[in-house]
């Protein structure tokens, strides 16, 4: 059984920072893109993404310069560095693996639970 598995999330002023994690288990994720994405609203918007293989980077311009996403193959875990947090970083944050390189949820094909992050002002 697949499955990816979201933490780190909290409540945490403007400026400050959080480090999420997602732990993936049931198959292995060699060329796949995982991805971050989060939802405030009624849309589910990308936020980064990582090749698995090649550790190749991709950012939404909201967040380029802020957040950094990695991947640790040894502990089959990706994270998701978020520096600078502004209150309009507030959202619940998914992690998600799909074998196309896409900023659309619609190509990611597997997800986690969500975790929540609340940035104050």
């Known amino acids: 059984q697949v499955q990816l598995v979201e933490s780190g999330g909290g409540l945490v002023q403007a400026g400050g920072s959080l480090r999420l994690s997602c732990v993936t288990s049931?198959?292995?994720?060699?060329?796949?893109?995982m991805a971050w994405f989060r939802q405030a609203r009624k849309e589910r918007e990308f936020v980064a993404r990582i090749n698995w293989s090649t550790n190749s980077t991709y950012y939404a311009d909201s967040v380029k310069g802020r957040f950094t996403i990695s991947r640790d193959n040894a502990k089959n875990t990706v994270y998701l560095q978020m520096n600078s947090l502004k209150p309009e970083d507030t959202a619940v944050y998914y992690c998600?693996?799909?074998?196309?390189?896409?900023?659309?949820?619609?190509?990611?094909?597997?997800w986690g639970q969500g975790t929540q992050v609340t940035v104050s002002s």
């Open positions: 049931g198959r292995t994720f060699s060329g796949y893109g």
């Open positions: 998600a693996a799909g074998s196309r390189f896409s900023r659309s949820p619609n190509d990611y094909t597997y």
